[in-house]
């Protein structure tokens, strides 16, 4: 079975990003309103000094109220910390950022500082951010369980359930070797066991059919994953065409069909009565099985893709195939549900209907349920991925993008979040003396530092520094943006004309808000 369009909304890295989202209350318009209106901002050297207050904080203040912004989730390179940028320095050589003591009440950071007749006393050490090397995000856990290997790159997991799905296997067929082979005694169930890894190993070369022809394609494959019931290839693309859909999902039936064959004709040499023989007939039947259940035609089967595929072509909407191939599985999900145990009573599998009574018939029932459960959920998904494949195109990085002011390494705070509100913008982008951009202002920095502290905080130590993969593209829409969210998982993103010019900054919160408009909204 093969699923794909591995569509997923993008994770920020900082957890703190999904609790404080750019809405009227959020801290971004806090870029938009007034900063701190009994503490303007300092101006910048080379600038008009700014309005002095009437008073400004003690040390002792400064440092109960130091700013340590809090990274959660997958943590991302940490925030840039300059060692000479985390604040101005007043005249003098007074401490980072704060007024010399004795200074004239007022006076901002960067501003000169007339002479005065008695020297100033040396200034008490303030706490400036936290330095260090920025943090390193996690390693990935594998998901889906135990790797077994990459074949063709493509990691192959075998989930717990597997285990349980082999010990039902070898205990069921050995019961079943008791009265071919009765000879084997408790051997029986070492050959049970043999027989459940051999028929796995089928289920994974169908899987891999699946993945060769999605590489062929040049479509991604996540994983491969052996599970309860069989295996399932995650395809994060769809295919550009019905006619590639259609192969692609039809390769591991067909490979199926040809791996009972091969059984089939390893049986003929072989006496029927021996240890070779059933297990040969039991991979033989097994396969066929397995090819002609995936053929069925509904979602998530293979045939279920192939039915996609032909009404894709037909009318020319790869919706209306979805939507055709998802309600027949949900169809062939309550067939299965009260097909399979009146079938079993019925004795049309090959077994009495006197033999099928008690323990066998809870056992059948249960075992029904749980197949249409996965059909029915399978389907289900099917449909809600392709309606949100519908609205993919909508998310664009152009429309979702923050407008934002360039400041200077050794800016404050508050003098850059004044010129964000003078420009209307939301977003701040650290840039060198040549305009070129160096880091991103991080939100969830911003909401740390409190607003008698931002005067004295430069934003060079609130930044996180820029990547190439932290740079998109304002072209960029839909599943081509996720891709690029997805592989370099961030808060905030530089967003840049194709000349290089600075657009503006994308946040992920509002990528995924977006996001889950675009889920709710109906086809």
């Known amino acids: 079975m093969v699923e794909s369009g591995g569509t997923g909304r993008p994770r920020p890295d900082n ?214 019931f069989g295996g399932v290839s995650e395809i994060e693309k769809e295919a550009e065409t019905p006619g590639r859909e259609f192969w692609l999902a039809f390769v591991g039936p067909l490979l199926s069909l040809v791996l009972a064959g091969v059984f089939y004709l390893a049986m003929q040499p072989v006496e029927p009565g021996t240890v070779p023989g059933v297990l040969l007939a039991g991979l033989m039947i097994s396969n066929l099985i397995v090819a002609i259940f995936n053929l069925l035609p509904g979602l998530p089967l293979d045939g279920g893709r192939m039915l996609r595929a032909v009404v894709w072509k037909l009318t020319g909407k790869p919706m209306n195939g979805t939507i055709a191939a998802a309600w027949v599985g949900r169809a062939l999900a309550v067939s299965v549900l009260i097909g399979l145990p009146l079938l079993t009573q019925s004795g049309a599998l090959g077994s009495s209907a006197e033999d099928s009574v008690g323990m066998d018939t809870v056992t059948d029932a249960l075992l029904a349920a749980i197949l249409a459960a996965i059909i029915w959920t399978g389907a289900g998904n099917s449909l809600r991925m392709a309606r949100l494949r519908e609205h993919l195109p909508e998310l664009r990085a152009r429309t979702l993008t923050r407008r934002a002011v360039p400041v200077e390494t050794h800016t404050p705070l508050s003098e850059a979040l004044r010129r964000a509100n003078d420009a209307g913008a939301r977003a701040l982008v650290v840039v060198d003396a040549h305009g070129e951009p160096l880091s991103l202002v991080r939100e969830a920095a911003i909401v740390g530092v409190p607003e008698h502290r931002r005067p004295w905080v430069a934003v060079s130590g609130l930044a996180q520094d820029l990547t190439d993969g932290m740079r998109v593209s304002a072209e960029l829409a839909g599943e081509d943006l996720l891709d690029v969210l997805r592989a370099t998982p961030a808060t905030e993103y530089l967003v840049v004309e194709e000349t290089g010019e600075i657009f503006g900054v994308l946040s992920a919160a509002d990528v995924e808000r977006a996001f889950v408009k675009a889920m709710a909204r109906p086809s």
């Open 15 to 228: 957890e703190q990003s999904a609790e404080h989202p750019a809405t009227p209350a959020s801290p971004a318009t806090d870029l938009a309103q007034t900063p701190d209106p009994g503490t303007p901002g300092p101006a910048t050297p080379d600038t008009e000094p700014a309005p002095t207050t009437s008073e400004a904080p003690a040390p002792s203040e400064a440092a109960s109220a130091e700013a340590a912004p809090a990274d959660g989730g997958a943590a991302p390179q940490g925030p840039s910390t300059p060692g000479d940028d985390h604040g101005t320095t007043g005249a003098n050589g007074a401490g980072e950022g704060e007024p010399e003591a004795g200074a004239e009440p007022g006076t901002a950071a960067g501003q000169r500082v007339p002479p005065t007749p008695t020297p100033a006393p040396a200034p008490a050490p303030v706490p400036t951010l936290p330095k260090g090397p920025p943090p390193q995000r996690p390693p990935e856990q594998p998901r889906g369980g135990l790797l077994m290997g990459r074949p063709f790159g493509v990691p192959v997991y075998v989930a717990p359930s597997w285990f349980l799905v082999a010990a039902l296997i070898t205990w069921v067929f050995g019961n079943q070797l008791d009265r071919v082979l009765p000879e084997l005694g408790a051997l029986r169930y070492l050959v049970s066991l043999f027989f459940a890894v051999a028929f796995y190993a089928s289920v994974l070369i169908h899987e891999l059919a699946h993945t060769i022809a999605a590489l062929r394609f040049k479509l991604p494959v996540r994983r491969i994953q052996l599970q309860f």
